[in-house]
């Protein structure tokens, strides 16, 4: 008897943004403030810590009140997902996490984020994979992830400059 297995087909994608004038020694302590997503991270309302320490191999952070691109018009429900942290290397500026629960439907998501010194400033990376999301297009996925890293580089960037000035002063 012949068995054929059928996998998932993952998605990959993805995103880039540049920050000007700004160190990746200063972006790097935004990002690895695991429980501060809610900061920087466009239309997420809430980032809680679940269990662990912020930073740490295994903490788990509560993400909700953030909107898809797939969300129906007048939707009531909140949007969330659990984020646990794989693995962090502060000397290279890179971390990866997993969503392990929540209601968007993304099963085995997994993301990488690094801070890549560039000339003039640096560089946010964000490298993600996951199964084939109903409901979604990898379209929508690539432009969920793609505009809110570029907000969350340009209120990075904000923030950071905000403090340059007001010390220069």
């Known amino acids: 008897m012949n068995t054929i297995q059928q996998t998932k087909e993952k998605w990959q994608g993805k995103a ?3 920050l000007v004038g700004c160190k990746a020694d200063q972006v790097w302590p ?7 997503l809610d900061k920087w991270f466009p239309t997420l309302s809430y980032c809680i810590p ?19 691109p797939v969300d129906k ?9 659990k984020q646990k942290l794989l693995s962090i290397d502060p000397i290279q500026r890179v971390f990866s996490y997993a969503i392990v629960d929540g209601n968007v439907g993304f099963h085995s998501y997994v993301s990488t984020v690094r801070v ?9 990376e964000w490298i993600y994979e996951v199964e084939h999301v109903e409901g979604w ?8 992830i793609g505009s809110g890293l570029d907000e969350m580089g340009q209120r990075m960037q904000g923030a ?3 403090m340059e000035d007001a010390i220069r002063a």
């Open 73 to 81: 018009h007048g939707k009531q429900n909140l949007n969330w997902t």
């Open 116 to 124: 890549l010194p560039k000339d003039n400033g640096c560089e946010i």
């Open 160 to 162: 950071l400059k905000t």
């Open 50 to 68: 679940v269990e662990g320490i912020s930073g740490k191999p295994g903490c788990v952070r509560f993400c909700a009140g953030f909107k898809t």
């Open 16 to 18: 880039k943004t540049e």
């Open 137 to 144: 297009r990898l379209e929508y996925l690539d432009l969920f």
């Open 30 to 36: 935004l990002l690895e403030d695991f429980f501060g």
